[in-house]
């Protein structure tokens, strides 16, 4: 394991659901107590690998974290806060409404986790059940009230718009229960189509009727068109900022001083570590993931054998491309002075023409940061609306 002096990020995946949902292409399988135990045990074995370095961020995510059994996962609390100092650390689990309990969660925020992200997806039951989500809209709805019941002040919301057969006040009506329900951070996720996932699957059958019908419509499930999609994301940003949240990244809005550290830390191509199965590490300069073979994993673990599976070390133009894709990513933009410092190149030489085009489309913006000196290079908001469009030109 590469040894660093600078404070960096933890991230811990937990590779178990209880269903596996119809969009889903993470890294995870069905749950099982066995295969949790001795995957538990493996992760532990992998965690003691990484150095004792001071931690910016905690973030536990999967797969559903809070699928273990309540025992198992107090016990890997344990674990990770008595090796590692984490008494300032911004500390976060991901969870699943329908895995949730007032006791699992006393314990989670009892055990030092400060930070909680449920991922509802949607507040509209046909939508819950295309997606294969475990949970009931009341369900979601209660286990947010609940969590901060017991103890969590900082809550985030996880949704999802672009469902086929989705319709905008549907989408209006959950984002209302939503903001109803007072949480700090709101992720709006546009419904990606992966291949090898069950709606991969389902939106390429030739049939006219499916056995899962897609909400509001009986016709055939295809993929929302996108002059839809980018209606329900300009309808997003407007609704959540006039309700007090700022859009600091794409796809996420927090209210003022509850922005997520552990995900800005990676759009800022910041150090962290990655534990488990498929997990992803960043550190001085190289990147390096694990194996996603879950029994591969256990048994390399099990004789204090690396799973690091491949590793790469990010220099030169693949660095500062990644700082540009990573950084336009905030809607703070970026200080292309730093970016110079930092990388040794100006990106308004380097991609003098592909800037100009994108400027001349008004997808981008060069402005003043108010400091001496400094100018930001940042999306528009119609470069936010179409930045796949943005960052696929400086690919071209």
């Known amino acids: 394991m590469v040894k660093s002096s600078m404070s960096a990020s933890l991230y811990i995946h937990i590779p178990f659901c209880l269903k596996r949902c119809l ?109 294969g989500r475990i949970h009931t809209s009341e369900e979601a709805e209660d286990v947010v009230l609940l969590s901060r019941k017991s103890g969590f002040s900082n809550i985030g919301i996880d949704l999802i718009y672009g ?11 959950t984002l209302e229960k939503a903001v109803s329900l ?5 992720s709006a996720y546009e419904l990606t189509v992966e291949e090898g996932t069950g709606l991969y699957t389902l939106l390429n059958k030739h049939t006219i009727q499916h056995p899962r019908p897609a909400p509001h419509s009986s016709d055939r499930i295809k993929p929302m068109e996108e002059e839809r999609v980018i209606e329900m994301y300009n309808h997003t940003i407007d609704y959540l900022t006039s309700n007090g949240f ?24 910041g ?11 960043f550190v001085e300069g190289r990147r390096f993931h694990n194996t996603d073979n879950l029994e591969e994993y256990i048994h390399l673990l099990s004789d204090n054998k690396t799973a690091v599976k491949e590793s790469e070390d990010i220099m030169g133009e693949t660095a500062l491309f990644e700082a540009l894709f990573l950084g336009l990513r905030k809607t ?30 008004r997808l981008v913006e060069l402005v003043s940061s108010g400091c001496a000196y400094e100018t930001v290079l940042r999306l528009t908001r119609k470069g936010l609306l179409l930045s796949n469009e943005v960052f696929a030109k400086f690919l071209s």
Not at 271 to 281: D, E, I, R, T, V
């Open 332 to 361: 703070e933009g970026i200080v292309v002075e730093s970016l110079a410092k930092r990388y040794g190149t100006n990106i308004l030489t380097r991609y003098e023409k592909e800037l100009k085009e994108l400027q001349d489309a």
């Open 271 to 281: 150090q962290y570590y990655g534990a488990g199965l498929g997990a992803h590490s």
């Open 23 to 131: 969009y889903c292409d993470f890294v995870s399988g069905l749950y099982s107590p066995e295969k949790a135990a001795a995957y538990i045990t493996a992760l532990k074995r992998e965690i003691l690998t990484i150095p004792k370095t001071p931690l910016e961020t905690l973030y536990i995510g999967g797969g559903t974290p809070t699928a273990l059994q309540t025992d198992l996962l107090r016990n890997l609390f344990v674990f990770i806060f008595n090796r590692f100092h984490l008494n300032d650390t911004e500390s976060t689990i991901e969870a699943n409404p329908g895995t949730l309990d007032n006791d699992k969660l006393s314990m989670i925020h009892a055990s030092g986790i400060n930070r909680i992200s449920i991922g509802v997806q949607s507040f509209n039951q046909k939508e819950l059940a295309f997606l």
């Open 182 to 186: 007072n949480p700090q951070h709101i």
């Open 246 to 269: 700022v859009l600091y990244e794409i796809s996420n809005f927090a209210l003022p001083g509850y922005f997520s550290r552990h995900n800005l830390n990676y759009w800022n191509r």
């Open 163 to 173: 469902i086929p057969g989705q319709d905008m006040a549907s989408w209006e009506r």
